[in-house]
């Protein structure tokens, strides 16, 4: 696995945990860390959906 999926990977895992603690808890981690739409929020918003889109691209990936 190249780094840049690892990343990807990684910003997934971060998109999806915290989209769990909105759902459960009503709770938005980046916007607690980062501030409610600040200019870095938006930052790790934008990178988290560009990783679900590189996402995309790793279920046609063979790593045989």
Same mark, same amino acid.
């Given at each position: 696995?190249? $780094?840049?999926?690892? %990343?990807? /990977? *990684? /910003?997934?895992?971060? !998109? @999806? /945990?915290? =989209? !769990?603690? %909105?759902?459960? +808890? !009503? +709770?938005? #981690? $980046? @916007?607690? #860390? &980062?501030?409610?739409?600040?200019?870095?929020?938006?930052? *790790?918003?934008?990178? $988290? !959906? /560009?990783?679900?889109? =590189?996402?995309?691209?790793?279920? &046609? $990936?063979?790593?045989?």
């Amino acid at each position: 696995m190249k $780094v840049i999926d690892k %990343i990807a /990977l *990684v /910003l997934i895992i971060i !998109g @999806a /945990l915290n =989209w !769990g603690l %909105i759902g459960l +808890f !009503g +709770f938005d #981690l $980046v @916007a607690t #860390l &980062f501030g409610e739409m600040s200019v870095i929020s938006r930052i *790790v918003y934008g990178l $988290v !959906g /560009l990783s679900g889109l =590189w996402g995309i691209r790793l279920l &046609f $990936v063979d790593y045989d």
